[in-house]
């Protein structure tokens, strides 16, 4: 089964489009690497900002012809086609693949909301494309709306990015047992929160050292830590320049953390060694 992640929080600015494009993008560096028969990965952005769409492609013009939004207002006899047909690569790499996000996904909410099985519009199509693929990364806007429910429910795993100053234990708390109701209530057996990746992390602030030192104490979200991306002026870099930290400086330290990241998370997934 191809492994699909989804890289959700409900608050904006934590990094969940960086994460999501430099992970997509690094499970394709180490699957080449590894010689995998099948290293294309493929890059869903949900987001209605369109953020990752723009970084990876160059473009935020989609709309309603070339992009979720068709294929979430498709037929669902033929959805399945239609997803395929709006999949573009992405100008980072020949074998990242990127279902386009488009302003009109907010109008797409509002038209499903109520819909019989709108939970499912993402999903049901992308079960028949997605094992083409080595893996699936997902990319959800800032809330757990209609959009970001498709997402989860389409998905293996969760991953929560979090800056150290949104550590509060409540707090993801609540935003893990949000997770684990969308699993529970659409009894999507495969879904689980796979880890929790901190963000912005600047070592020189104690309040920041303080807070991620309480999460490692913490007797469960201690464990499902499973990455620490510093911060770095190197990733807002990139980002502007529409490039990844892999491209745009390696040597970074938030490269170098996010290429740790991806190392992880490849071991889950099957025939890579």
Not at 65 to 74: H, I, K, N, Q, R
Request: net charge positive; aromatic share 4%.
């Amino acid at each position: 089964m191809t492994r699909i992640f989804a890289l959700t929080n409900h608050k904006g600015g934590v990094g969940k489009s960086t994460s999501a494009t430099n992970i997509a993008l690094g499970i394709v560096g180490i699957l080449r690497n590894a010689n995998a028969p099948n290293p294309r990965v493929l890059l869903i952005d949900t987001d209605s900002q369109a953020h990752a769409t723009l970084v990876t492609t160059g473009r935020n013009d989609y709309g309603t012809d070339d992009s979720l939004y068709t294929v979430l207002m498709a037929d669902r006899q033929t959805a399945s086609q239609v997803l395929a047909n709006c999949i573009v690569t992405s100008k980072w790499d020949e074998n990242l693949h990127v279902l386009p996000a488009s302003p009109l996904l907010e109008q797409a909410e509002r038209e499903l909301q109520g819909t019989a099985g709108a939970p499912y519009r993402l999903a049901d199509p992308l079960a028949k494309i997605a094992p083409h693929y080595a893996a699936v990364v997902i990319d959800t806007r800032p809330s757990f709306s209609l959009m970001t429910e498709m997402a989860l429910i389409s998905s293996t795993d969760a991953i929560v990015p979090v800056e150290p100053r949104y550590l509060e234990t409540v707090g993801l708390l609540s935003v893990i047992g949000k997770i684990n109701e969308i699993r529970e209530g659409w009894r999507i057996q495969n879904l689980r929160v796979s880890g929790l990746l901190v963000t912005k992390m600047d070592k020189r602030v104690r309040g920041h050292r303080h807070l991620l030192n309480e999460l490692r104490g913490h007797p469960m979200l201690g464990k499902l830590l499973i990455g620490v991306i510093p911060m770095n002026e190197a990733v807002s870099y990139a980002h502007r320049s529409h490039r990844s930290i892999f491209a745009y400086d390696p040597k970074a330290s938030a490269s170098k953390a996010y290429a740790q990241l991806v190392g992880r998370l490849v071991k889950h997934l099957g025939g890579v060694q």
